[in-house]
């Protein structure tokens, strides 16, 4: 009887204190939750779809596509809060991150924090990353910490005197023998390994260049071909070619297409079937 009475006492005596500390318990985990909750989402939102608040303003020039960036950062996933990766002074390239991952660097500036809420089609789609379910929205905080700025691209410019061609083929296609070889000239069967340079005629502008190309002639454009069965192994050539033999359009008012110059070095010739 006096267990039980002082057990209902005890009840009696508790219940009073009971309800406001269960009270309290309730309202705190209501803020915790509230809390966690607005951690998870972002104010501002671009036209992609991506969203993100300013939580640290910075100073100086924000980071482009081509630049690289060195950041603080916390990943999450926007439904749970998750973390499913960190990382402290990462280096990477801008264009090497999601993108709205990359999209949101670019809004920074050294010295700045942001959260970034990234939704799934903006990060890694449906994919399966492990940590990172099918189909997630992201929420990221990032500190940017440095960018480094890519370096302007150079130009290089041949010399109005380096562009023309003295001698044409049957097909319309110019060349000028720029140094003799001594080897053998390529046919349909072999692979040549050439240096190249594609280049405009009227503003010298280099377009592309490449060492140690392997082109089987066989898989050449029939002006390429043409081209290197021209030259002889150790040769250098300077090449005029019609944009048309090179598959180019005409211009919009019917004209042909401009032409392309290519300087080439033929290194060596080899069969197909010694590569194989």
């Not at 009840?11 to 309202?27: D, E, F, K």
């Not at 089609?121 to 997630?136: H, V």
Request: glycine fraction near 10%; include cysteine; proline fraction near 7%.
């Amino acid at each position: 009887m006096k267990i039980a009475f002082w057990a209902s006492a005890a009840a009696l005596v508790l219940s009073p204190i009971a309800a406001p500390v269960a009270a309290y318990a309730q309202q705190s985990a209501g803020k915790k939750a509230a809390t966690k909750t607005a951690d998870l989402r972002c104010d501002t939102t671009t036209a992609s779809g991506l969203s993100y608040t300013i939580l640290k303003a910075g100073a100086g020039d924000a980071p482009g596509a081509d630049d690289s960036v060195k950041v603080n950062y916390r990943g999450r996933l926007a439904k749970d809060g998750t973390q499913f990766d960190a990382g402290q002074g990462a280096n990477f390239p801008v264009s090497g991150v999601i993108a709205g991952f990359a999209e949101g660097l670019q809004l920074m500036q050294p010295g700045a924090k942001f959260r970034f809420c990234i939704p799934a089609a903006l990060g890694y789609g449906d994919q399966d990353k492990g940590t990172i379910p099918p189909a997630s929205d992201l929420v990221f905080e990032v500190d940017l910490i440095e960018v480094n700025k890519a370096a302007a691209p150079v130009v290089q410019i041949i010399p109005e005197t380096e562009r023309q061609c003295e001698m044409t083929t049957a097909s319309g296609m110019g060349y000028k023998e720029l140094n003799s070889g001594l080897g053998n000239a390529p046919t349909d069967e072999d692979v040549a390994l050439v240096n190249y340079r594609v280049y405009r005629p009227d503003t010298g502008q280099v377009m592309d260049a490449s060492d140690w190309l392997q082109i089987p002639l066989a898989q050449a454009s029939t002006a390429i071909g043409e081209a290197l069965k021209l030259m002889t192994i150790g040769s250098s050539y300077r090449f005029c070619i019609p944009g048309a033999m090179l598959g180019q359009p005409p211009k919009e008012d019917g004209t042909p297409p401009p032409p392309v110059n290519f300087h080439i070095d033929l290194v060596d010739v080899k069969k197909s079937s010694e590569l194989r």
